[in-house]
């Protein structure tokens, strides 16, 4: 059995799956960590007891009391790998070390990460642990593609665009392995990913989980001046303004109600309807860009919370969009059926549900599995080495 833990900035999803099946056989969400955690598990009948309030430790801790069977594996989302980290790897003291120092880059995910693998480890200290990271699946992309027009010491220094959502995006790969695909990977963080033949060509955040898209509370890009301005002519220091652009703006900001697309879309307040047109308006902008990146389009994928369930928002982005071909059947795409483009489209326009953990499952069992093959041909290289009598 392969544990999955998926630490979120204020939720933990956990799973346990058979190696090589399609579904977890149990999985759990706990959200709202830190103020009133909420509760809610597939699979095993649970009891009621409600998740204790606390920080990611606790909850993981209180989850991995509850887990119907004992893993012999267990793999974890990592936001940021760095530089050095383009693909799964088990879990030491020198790795989780050097994870710590990417903390900066990342600072709402990865110390939940960290955390949930400390908690592992005092659980199970010999179960092996894997390393799935959000950036790795960025690092087929160009050179050009992962440049910043910045100094050439910055850029040696790794001041460069990595990306996020990599192992969301992966998931879509598998489902839509060929062709020229547009993945918009669409919830409270958000971002756009041009895909060919199942590699990233492009994606839109960067350096940090900030830039791109307009997201929940995130404001995505916006001009460097702008900040600058904010601290030399309004005097706000670095960390407020870190404050204003990751938990006040996106579409909280601009709607000045919530972050949640359900409560705009049930507001009559007009500058809720301002932010969700906002928010469909950037992602046309920004998937032009990489519909050219592309050289055209194939397949357009929704996925993520927003993306999966929210009918107008998806609406409104295809609208944007026709000049690429795309046209959406209104009635599948309010009943959020699988496949909501028309017989007219020359685009194939999807739903694919987020499945991150299942990626992280197969990610860990592979390697897994290969370091066990590895081990068994050098054994066996041992054997054959050895002298007989």
């Known amino acids: 059995?392969?544990?999955?833990?998926?630490?979120?900035?204020?939720?933990?999803?956990?799973?346990?799956?058979?190696?090589?099946?399609?579904?977890?056989?149990?999985?759990?969400?706990?959200?709202?960590?830190?103020?009133?955690?909420?509760?809610?598990?597939?699979?095993?009948?649970?009891?009621?007891?409600?998740?204790?309030?606390?920080?990611?430790?606790?909850?993981?801790?209180?989850?991995?009391?509850?887990?119907?069977?004992?893993?012999?594996?267990?793999?974890?989302?990592?936001?940021?790998?760095?530089?050095?980290?383009?693909?799964?790897?088990?879990?030491?003291?020198?790795?989780?070390?050097?994870?710590?120092?990417?903390?900066?880059?990342?600072?709402?995910?990865?110390?939940?990460?960290?955390?949930?693998?400390?908690?592992?480890?005092?659980?199970?200290?010999?179960?092996?642990?894997?390393?799935?990271?959000?950036?790795?699946?960025?690092?087929?992309?160009?050179?050009?593609?992962?440049?910043?027009?910045?100094?050439?010491?910055?850029?040696?220094?790794?001041f460069v665009r990595f990306g996020f959502h990599g192992l969301s995006y992966a998931h879509v790969a598998r489902v839509c392995p060929r062709g020229r695909v547009l993945a918009a990977h669409l919830g409270h963080g958000a971002s756009l990913c041009a895909i060919r033949d199942g590699s990233s060509v492009a994606t839109t955040m960067g350096f940090t989980t900030l830039d791109g898209l307009m997201m929940g509370t995130r404001s995505g890009s916006v001009d460097p001046g702008l900040i600058l301005h904010l601290i030399r002519e309004r005097g706000l220091s670095p960390d407020a303004v870190a404050t204003i652009l990751n938990e006040r703006s996106g579409l909280l900001g601009v709607s000045g109600i919530s972050d949640d697309v359900r409560v705009l879309e049930a507001s009559g307040n007009p500058q809720a309807r301002e932010a969700l047109d906002l928010f469909a308006y950037r992602i046309v902008r920004e998937a032009g860009s990489l519909i050219a990146a592309l050289g055209g389009l194939d397949t357009l994928v929704f996925t993520g919370g927003i993306g999966e369930h929210a009918a107008r928002i998806r609406a409104a982005v295809c609208r944007g969009l026709a000049f690429a071909g795309i046209t959406v059947d209104a009635d599948a795409n309010t009943r959020d059926e699988a496949v909501i483009g028309d017989r007219s489209s020359t685009v194939q326009v999807l739903i694919v549900p987020s499945d991150e953990e299942r990626e992280i499952a197969c990610l860990t069992g592979g390697l897994i599995h290969e370091c066990r093959d590895r081990e068994a041909t050098r054994d066996t290289a041992i054997a054959r080495s050895k002298p007989t009598i």
């Open 1 to 158: 059995m392969i544990l999955v833990l998926n630490a979120g900035s204020s939720s933990l999803r956990c799973a346990l799956f058979q190696p090589g099946a399609d579904g977890p056989d149990w999985r759990a969400h706990v959200a709202d960590i830190g103020n009133e955690p909420m509760l809610a598990v597939d699979g095993i009948a649970q009891d009621d007891t409600p998740p204790p309030v606390g920080d990611h430790a606790k909850v993981a801790r209180w989850l991995l009391g509850r887990l119907p069977a004992a893993p012999t594996a267990a793999g974890h989302r990592i936001v940021h790998g760095g530089m050095r980290y383009a693909a799964p790897l088990g879990l030491d003291a020198e790795v989780v070390a050097e994870l710590e120092t990417l903390i900066p880059l990342a600072p709402a995910h990865q110390p939940q990460a960290l955390a949930c693998i400390r908690t592992v480890t005092e659980t199970w200290p010999d179960l092996p642990q894997v390393a799935c990271f959000d950036t790795a699946f960025h690092r087929t992309q160009d050179r050009l593609a992962q440049l910043y027009p910045l100094p050439r010491p910055l850029i040696d220094e790794g």
